[in-house]
């Protein structure tokens, strides 16, 4: 990779969507629901794919439901993105209180 190919990449990288937000994982196969909460609703996809089959602490739920049905049976649907202008002091909580009513919402465990 060139300099100049490095910059561009870099640029982009920085440029990501980094929007804090509520997302909903569904299994398709099994009708079951999980609903999380992430600072980033542009790489948790990513992660969420790579912790089902490595990360022991993730939701037992989800992982099973990983491993029986792999990646193609699950969606992913950003259901809040958090307003830009949120004071971070209040970030943790707000993303943990709109959680909680997504969870409500759409009958869905924690992940």
């Not at 299994?27 to 600072?39: A, H, P, Q």
């Not at 809040?80 to 209040?90: G, K, S």
């Amino acid at each position: 990779m060139d300099k100049q190919s490095r910059r561009a990449a870099k640029e982009a990288f920085q440029k990501r969507d980094a929007s804090a937000g509520i997302y909903l994982i569904r299994c398709t196969t099994s009708d079951e629901v999980w609903v999380g909460k992430t600072r980033n609703l542009g790489a948790i996809w990513n992660r969420m794919s790579f912790a089902a089959v490595n990360d022991p602490l993730i939701s037992k739920s989800f992982r099973a439901a990983w491993g029986a049905h792999g990646e193609s049976a699950f969606s992913f649907e950003v259901l809040e993105v958090m307003p830009e202008d949120l004071p971070a002091a209040f970030m943790n909580s707000t993303l943990k209180e709109r959680m909680d009513f997504w969870k409500l919402a759409h009958s869905a465990e924690l992940i």
